[in-house]
């Protein structure tokens, strides 16, 4: 496949820097992309050359007992990423396994489609929340997934719905995507202002799509009594925060949960999503840079002072 876009996100940044220890190094980084199909194998019989796709990045056996019983992607016994385990979208071509591409109708873009794997983690963290129509909801970080979770969110006509992160045009977009107010983590009585748009009601739901722990600590702050959090965000292995048991769980019942991706039909709805212009991922592309220019676009992404949404790299 000849790769047509990528986007970054904070597992390619840690990967650049060596922080992931499970990863065999050298790897191509890269499992946020989309490409258009150059040649196939002959067994190949529903994507042809000249296709335009996306990818789905994991790669299950479809043999062990957890594949066979339906189980959670990560948890085959042979689980493989692209970009990760396997070589992924940083480069002109890749080679994958035609089962995990899915061909883009004529109104979805490639950059669109880059960003599908985004859309089905956001997708796959409200199916954890367990969303109820009418409920307060909070999506903590300004990241793709959190702007993409503000929209899945709406389907369900929260009764608020807050965007808490850092950038003022992070959260513009996010208050341009239905977000009912926004809260800018930089300034001070970040709770405080959580819990006054809420009419000083605890969340229904949180969702953590940030990586740092004042993001899990703020969650834990905000949500209120039978709340659930949804942890989305990857956190760092060396990432710790301090919780009490008896004020979050027995004197709140909250129940906390973790995200750790998102399934096959988590991929398909986010694919059938876009193409039906339920969801505007376009507004989420911040910056474009070429191959050869690909530091520019780990700069771009993990300048947490900036403004970039989602950088793509287009080989």
């Not at 191509?28 to 992309?33: C, E, R, S, V, Y």
């Not at 970080?141 to 709406?154: K, N, P, Y």
Request: glycine letters at 10%; a negative charge.
């Amino acid at each position: 496949m000849q790769v047509s876009a990528v986007g970054l996100c904070p597992n390619e940044v840690r990967l650049r820097e060596g922080s992931l220890k499970s990863v065999n190094y050298p790897v191509i980084p890269g499992h946020q992309f989309s490409g258009v199909v150059e040649s196939c194998g002959p067994a190949v019989n529903y994507i042809k050359a000249g296709d335009r796709v996306s990818v789905h990045p994991y790669v299950v056996c479809g043999q062990c007992s957890v594949c066979r019983s339906g189980g959670f992607t990560h948890d085959c016994e042979r689980h493989e990423m692209l970009g990760m385990s396997l070589d992924g979208g940083l480069s002109e071509y890749c080679s994958i396994p035609a089962r995990h591409l899915y061909r883009l109708p004529d109104q979805v873009s490639t950059e669109e489609g880059a960003l599908i794997e985004n859309l089905a983690n956001a997708l796959a963290a409200v199916r954890n929340a367990e969303m109820n129509i009418g409920e307060r909801v909070v999506v903590i970080g300004t990241w793709a997934v959190a702007l993409l979770a503000v929209q899945v969110v709406l389907k369900y006509s929260p009764a608020a719905l807050v965007l808490a992160g850092m950038g003022p045009e992070r959260l513009a977009v996010g208050s341009r995507l239905g977000a009912t107010h926004t809260v800018d983590m930089t300034e001070r009585d970040t709770s405080t202002r959580i819990q006054e748009a809420l009419d000083g009601c605890g969340a229904s739901v949180v969702l953590v799509c940030g990586t740092a722990a004042k993001d899990l600590e703020l969650a834990i702050d905000v949500v209120g009594t039978e709340g659930r959090i949804v942890v989305e965000g990857h956190f760092a292995p060396h990432v710790k925060v301090t919780l009490s048991p008896f004020h979050l769980l027995v004197a709140r019942s909250v129940i906390l949960r973790a995200n750790r991706g998102f399934m096959t039909p988590d991929y398909t709805q986010a694919h059938q999503m876009l193409s039906d212009g339920i969801v505007d991922v376009m507004q989420l592309i911040s910056s474009r840079h070429v191959l050869e220019d690909w530091e520019s676009a780990f700069e771009a992404f993990t300048d947490e002072g900036g403004n970039t949404v989602q950088a793509l790299i287009i080989p």
